[in-house]
């Protein structure tokens, strides 16, 4: 099917009778504004009965065609001086009432890729996300965004995150350098803070310490097998 957008969809439509959506937003305003309303008038007098509430009539019921179960979805070519938002992109996938719903593979505009969970729409559960240079995660999502336990490797360096993420951000657990030295601790806008340990590959000696602005303050040596 073809959209009028340049859009269009391959896979099963599935008809549904649902409550007109369109009523049922206007109900939920009318009953918004009627239980604001409530809330600012004055109490009754002592002994004078509660108003009435109106009887409404029962919602129109409309059938609408819904995309169900696994199917693609181009979004049309970009076009010069278009804002790309997701144009030129698809997701091929499962979908529960027309949203990504489901295990599935979103292509984004600029050649980044999902392929893992989605809930709703969004990307939520497991999954692993493929950046046009190079880098990737693979771990937990939540409401669009890295969020849980999961790796992020950086290609330009080499070296990967392990560890645990808030809402997109890396927040602690390792960072592990090209040649398998690894820092664990700590992290804000993707620098180490506060206390942590470096542990070098070559020798297997760690040192522990603070870091104090960009400046990581060690303590100690402990040599490598050492208690």
């Not at 002592?46 to 509430?53: Q, R």
């Amino acid at each position: 099917m073809t959209f009028p957008n340049g859009d269009y969809f391959e896979g099963t439509y599935v008809k549904c009778v649902i409550p007109n959506p369109d009523e049922v937003a206007k109900r939920e305003k009318e009953e918004e504004e009627a239980a604001k309303a409530a809330a600012d008038a004055e109490p009754p007098a002592d002994g004078e009965p509660p108003a009435e509430e109106e009887e409404k009539p029962p919602i129109e019921m409309v059938t609408r065609s819904y995309r169900q179960g696994k199917g693609k979805y181009v979004f049309k070519p970009i076009e010069e001086g278009e804002e790309p938002n997701l144009s030129g992109g698809y997701y091929e996938g499962e979908f529960v009432d027309n949203e990504k719903h489901g295990h599935g593979v979103m292509v984004f505009p600029d050649k980044s890729k999902y392929e893992g969970d989605f809930v709703r729409d969004v990307m939520h559960g497991r999954g692993r996300y493929e950046y046009p240079s190079g880098d990737f995660y693979v771990g937990a999502f939540a409401e669009g965004k890295k969020h849980g336990f999961g790796d992020y490797f950086f290609a330009a360096s080499m070296s990967t995150f392990m560890g645990r993420w808030e809402k997109g951000a890396f927040v602690e657990g390792e960072w592990v350098l090209k040649d398998g030295s690894r820092y664990e601790g700590a992290f804000e806008n993707g620098r180490p803070v506060g206390k942590g340990a470096f542990t070098w590959a070559k020798t297997g000696n760690s040192q522990s310490g603070a870091w104090e602005g960009a400046v990581f303050k060690g303590g100690k040596i402990t040599a490598g097998g050492s208690a």
